[in-house]
């Protein structure tokens, strides 16, 4: 355990004190959450598109929505039910107010001496904290105006909370979990260079002439992989909770458990890649060529539907896409294009694959 | 030579081919303990494919080598914690320090010399605190030759210590080198500079084509071949060879790097007929000389070709 702590120590030693590896393992994903946060996050002090369905159709659901257009927060979008979550999935709006039939219905009963009751539906998206906050507090406002002008103290109307997650474009929430999955994903792959450069330089020869054993010279890899992962996850969550608002609504366990996967995942990709390039410059091309359409087709950065049928086909079979869905489904509860189970068994099988490769055809010299 | 004293290396015909290439073809030595032993040859002669055998590197095709009493194919691990390796031309983790690396591959051994003492032995002392990537060649061999050193071993291999470095820093490493033996380490090293050889050595094997062409300590070497000193002078074709065989005292003759060399037991005699020969075909022998054989000759006479060519 010394040696391969002492090891693990050079490594992290050797990674720190070389600049461009710094940056393309940490700063470089760092940079992504912030530009991007910058250009889809902010809704800044502009007004909150709220869908906004009438089921009802009366007098009484028209006033009500008369009091929803006069905060000055909110702008209405009407619509009927389903095209108004469509809508809200694609980003168009940020929350769906719906006011069911029977409104009018109540208010006579109220006037009559009873007690109805009668719950709005607010659809907001848990991983939008801040903005399904805000209109949370406005509609709960309306409606307890909405209370006190109907009858004397009888709460007619009450507001029931939905929740719908849009994955698109604008959403940050959608963005913070996918940059993660790309920074794993540099990462890994990224592993091949030094690896490569090692071999080149004749230091993996070297060690292999002291009684060091061969597995803690990988395991040694692999932690200061490992460790990165954990620190990348930290900052980019952290950049993305503190900047951004972007909270994880799932299980902490499983998302961190999600994220050791992924880098695990593509780090046997990278060292399957060491196995077969021979020198630093080849190594560094070959990254680049892997990475880049990996990281455009996977869907991070933008929905897959977006994709021409014949890139979704070849989507399908990058890991990328299987490792960012995960973690858009454990981190921020976001729609799945796979079943977790498939995202999870798929990032298992390229770890599989890809290790027995590299167990068989790397070379220390 | 080698009688009654404790062998830490004993090759039996050892060969190891890629391909078709013998880079090793049946060798057979032995070292005994407290030697410098050198192997001297070409690029290509299979010098370090044999040290890399030794070293548990590389498998043998076959023969039988012990190293420290163990066989290598059986006991890699344990002879890897008492010997030194220093290998041909490998740079190390660019961005740690001398101090760092130490420790690191002194982590390694069981047994380890304090870091410190392993950087005054080098006289590294001023660049202990310097990146790897920032060392001078000759600086970096010396580091390389520490961390040979790092598990105080028994037997210490060096594949060509001192190529590419320049006359200063050679000298050096020869003083760093002479102090292992000192200190009563057994040295195994390869070289393609037979000053190295000639300096460092106790005995020399002379590699080519992957096989051992003569061994022994250098004098004896160059005695068993040369009695003779060596008269020499640039090569012109007014003067041809075929005349000079004949003249008093040279017993033969060779072509080498555009010199023309006269082996001869009576110098006096030789460079007085030589002088007196061109003087009546009308040329002069330009930067005539006399020196006593070398390792060089050695080498010339066993394969006919000069050894950096």
Redesign the interface.
């Known amino acids: 355990m010394g040696t391969l702590l002492s090891l693990t120590v050079a490594n992290v030693k050797s990674l720190v004190r070389d600049r461009a590896a710094l940056f393309w393992t940490i700063f470089f994903p760092i940079m992504f959450v912030f530009l991007f946060g910058w250009i889809f996050g902010g809704s800044g002090g502009a007004k909150i598109s709220v869908g906004f369905v009438d089921q009802d159709g009366t007098p009484a659901s028209g006033a009500l929505r008369q009091a929803f257009a006069s905060v000055s927060l909110l702008s209405l979008h009407d619509g009927s039910l389903d095209s108004e979550k469509a809508a809200m999935q694609h980003g168009e709006v940020s929350a769906v107010i719906v006011v069911p039939a029977g409104l009018q219905d109540a208010l006579v009963q109220a006037r009559a001496g009873n007690k109805p009751s009668i719950a709005i539906q607010l659809f907001g998206d848990p991983s939008q904290n801040q903005t399904t906050q805000v209109v949370q507090g406005a509609v709960a406002q309306v409606a307890n105006g909405f209370n006190l002008e109907a009858q004397g103290g009888s709460a007619i109307l009450t507001v029931s909370q939905l929740t719908l997650q849009s994955t698109n474009i604008s959403s940050v929430a959608y963005l913070v979990p996918s940059i993660l999955a790309m920074a794993l994903m540099q990462l890994g792959i990224f592993a091949a260079i030094p690896l490569v450069q090692q071999r080149e330089k004749g230091i993996l020869k070297r060690i292999g002439a002291t009684p060091l054993a061969r597995w803690k010279l990988v395991g040694s890899n692999v932690l200061l992989r490992l460790m990165v992962a954990v620190v990348d996850a930290i900052l980019i969550l952290g950049i993305g909770f503190v900047f951004f608002n972007v909270q994880i609504v799932g299980s902490l366990v499983l998302s961190a458990g999600v994220v050791l996967l992924g880098a695990a995942s593509f780090l046997a990709i990278g060292f399957m890649l060491a196995s077969f390039l021979k020198t630093e410059e080849q190594a560094t091309g070959v990254v680049q060529i892997v990475q880049l359409p990996m990281m455009f087709l996977s869907g991070i950065f933008f929905s897959f539907d977006f994709l021409p049928g014949f890139l979704q086909t070849i989507a399908r079979f990058l890991p990328l896409t299987y490792l960012g869905d995960a973690m858009r489904q454990v981190m921020v509860n976001g729609t799945q294009v796979a079943p977790l189970g498939v995202d999870l068994a798929v990032l298992t099988g390229w770890l599989v694959v890809c290790l027995a490769i590299a167990a068989r055809s790397f070379r220390w010299e | 030579m080698t009688q009654g004293s404790e062998l830490v290396i004993r090759v039996t015909d050892l060969k190891k081919h890629y391909g078709d290439v013998k880079a090793v073809d049946g060798i057979t030595f032995e070292v005994a303990r407290g030697e410098v032993f050198g192997m001297l040859g070409p690029n290509g002669a299979g010098k370090t494919t044999t040290i890399e055998v030794l070293?548990?590197?590389r498998p043998p095709d076959s023969g039988t080598v012990e190293v420290l009493g163990l066989d290598v194919l059986r006991h890699p691990?344990s002879i890897?914690?008492r010997i030194g390796?220093q290998?041909q031309?490998?740079?190390?983790?660019?961005?740690?320090t001398v101090t760092?690396l130490l420790?690191?591959?002194g982590?390694?051994?069981?047994h380890r010399v304090p870091t410190k003492d392993l950087i005054d032995s080098v006289d590294l002392g001023e660049r202990a605190k310097a990146?790897s990537m920032n060392l001078s060649g000759g600086q970096q061999q010396r580091l390389s030759i520490a961390?040979a050193l790092v598990n105080d071993p028994e037997l210490v291999f060096l594949d060509e210590p001192t190529t590419g470095l320049d006359p200063q820093a050679r000298r050096s490493l020869w003083d760093l080198i002479k102090g292992l033996q000192a200190r009563g380490k057994t040295v195994m090293l390869t070289t393609h500079y037979m000053e190295e050889a000639t300096e460092l050595c106790d005995r020399v094997a002379i590699m080519d084509h992957g096989r051992i062409l003569e061994m022994g300590a250098v004098s004896e070497l160059i005695g068993r071949r040369f009695r003779e000193r060596a008269v020499f002078f640039d090569s012109n074709p007014g003067l041809p060879v075929d005349q000079l065989a004949h003249l008093g005292g040279v017993t033969r003759t060779a072509q080498e790097d555009g010199q023309t060399v006269l082996y001869s037991n009576d110098v006096a005699g030789t460079i007085g007929a030589l002088l007196a020969t061109a003087d009546g075909l009308s040329v002069e022998p330009r930067n005539l000389g006399i020196r006593q054989a070398t390792l060089e000759d050695v080498f010339l006479d066993l394969t006919g070709r000069a050894l950096r060519d």
């Open positions: 070293e548990g590197l691990q890897k914690q390796v290998l031309s490998v740079s190390l983790y660019p961005r740690l760092e420790d690191l591959f982590s390694f051994f069981v990146w961390l």
